[in-house]
Nanobody, 122 residues
Framework: QVQLVESGGGSVQAGGSLRLSCAAS??????VAWFRQAPGKEREFVTT????????YYIDSVKGRFTVSRDSVKNTVNLQMNSLKPEDTAVYYC?????????????????WGQGTQVIVSS
């Protein structure tokens, strides 16, 4: 059974940091991504990492603040979020794809986690 389980969400003040983790099990993936969904908004692509070579891609609004990494031993993907802003408040989802093609669309991902809440207060 394929599972993606997020952890590490919480509440933090603006300028603070949080580290999210996504534990993957059940099969291997080509890429893992993080999406987020704020109240009343569509789910938004944030970043993705290729499992084989660690190649990453970020949206402009998080470049320089967020870092995605993978741990092949633990089979986890981590998202280090620094200099958090109130506009980063959202439920963050881990998603996995069986293809290497980078896509910001939710339809490009085969498996999803249940999400973890991140709240950034000003």
């Amino acid at each position: 059974q394929v599972q993606l389980v997020e952890s590490g969400g919480g509440s933090v003040q603006a300028g603070g940091s949080l580290r999210l983790s996504c534990a993957a099990s059940g099969r291997t993936f080509s890429r893992v991504a993080w999406f987020r969904q704020a109240p009343g908004k569509e789910r938004e692509f944030v970043t993705t990492i290729r499992w084989d070579d660690g190649l990453t891609y970020y949206i402009d609004s998080v470049k320089g603040r967020f870092t995605v990494s993978r741990d092949s031993v633990k089979n986890t993907v981590n998202l280090q979020m620094n200099s958090l802003k109130p506009e980063d408040t959202a439920v963050y989802y881990c998603a996995a794809s069986l293809t290497f093609r980078v896509t910001p669309w939710t339809s490009g991902y085969n498996y999803w986690g249940q999400g973890t809440q991140v709240i950034v207060s000003s």
